[in-house]
């Protein structure tokens, strides 16, 4: 099964740009459909992009369209998310995960997840 490791959070300031890695081992990463999550503190899990195996189609959630964006490069086993013009609200634990099958942007139909990385936008 793919083991997952995220990086690349921080701390910045409302307006600011991150862009977070998600590295998977083995060697069927482009079979999986990757999907990017957020936890904010008291709140539940939700869904915030995916991306398909071969890269040919991602999708976004409204709160972060035209901010966020999700690529990956099969050939680094990795996908990523960048965040343009972050708000205090995208303050949160991201997570990525994979799934093997169609695009979803259910949590409970990804498996296995990363350990995830915080995020926190100071306003």
């Known amino acids: 099964q793919v083991q997952l490791i995220e990086s690349g959070g921080g701390l910045v300031q409302a307006g600011a740009s991150l862009r977070l890695s998600c590295t998977a081992s083995?060697?069927?990463?482009?079979?999986?459909?990757m999907g990017w999550f957020r936890q904010a503190p008291g709140k539940e899990r939700e869904f915030v992009g995916w991306?398909?195996?071969?890269?040919?189609?991602?999708g976004l959630a409204d709160s972060v369209k035209g901010r966020f964006t999700v690529s990956r490069d099969n050939a680094k086993n990795t996908v990523y998310l960048q965040m343009n013009s972050l708000r205090p609200e995208d303050t949160a634990v991201y997570y990525c995960a994979a799934r093997y099958g169609p695009p979803s942007r259910t949590v409970s139909e990804y498996t296995p997840w990363g350990q995830g990385t915080q995020v926190t936008v100071s306003s």
């Open positions: 991306i398909s195996g071969s890269a040919g189609a991602a």
């Open positions: 083995g060697q069927t990463f482009s079979s999986y459909v």
